[in-house]
């Protein structure tokens, strides 16, 4: 039986979307099954918002017991930190049955050193968010957030995707995708030529001519209108889309 390795970013969940929540359900059932899948590897961005891991919504609650059957049967699940759940922390990733990594983590897939990351750090051309970027994730940021109220936590969180939405809808598309620079410095800050990452919502393969070495990025798709994610073999890499 030909082992497996899945990947999946940008999902977004929310209870507004409950389609979303479904159909990732549905693919679970569907693909993540024991004996024939080695592991699964969610990269970030997974829910719309996390305020703390001491709010479980219903929601949560029951993506944890989806997946948590899923590491339960055998299959471990690995979580990178994306832009919108990067406050997760080991209570929820317990509950879930996750292992957290690293935000910029390098595995052996089948063989082939890979790195595995959001993303979010290689759009530099995006000067506002990137200094926000760096502020939230030092130590003191999430500490103090986390010692806020749970109310004024939501309030923050709803703001802030207020003023994110205007932000993004101001800027050029091209400042909100990857640069090439700063993806060229991470294949080299690893010495690796292959790297998976979402973040961008552009699926696609890229591949760069570097010293001759072909160098590999594989981008995930969002979940807003298709089901997105990335099945990778000892033998190839397939990027595949199903609508919703």
Known sequence: MTRQTYFIADLHLSENRPDITAAFFKFLHSHIVPQKVDALYILGDFFEVWVGDDYVSELSAAVAKQLKAVSNSGIPIYFVHGNRDFIMREKYANMAGMTLLDEQTVIDLYGTPTVILHGDEMCTQDIEYQKFRQKSRGWWWPKLMLAMPLWYRKKIARDAREKSKLSQADKPIEILDVVQSAVLETF?????????????????????????????????????????????????????????
Not at 205 to 228: A, C, F
């Open 188 to 244: 080299a800050k690893h010495n690796v030529a292959n790297m998976i990452h979402g973040h961008t919502h552009r699926p696609n393969v890229h591949t760069y001519e570097v010293n001759n070495q072909t160098l590999t990025r594989t981008v995930l798709g969002d979940w807003y209108t298709q089901g997105s994610y990335l099945v990778v073999t000892p033998e190839s890499q397939q990027l595949i889309s199903t609508p919703l």
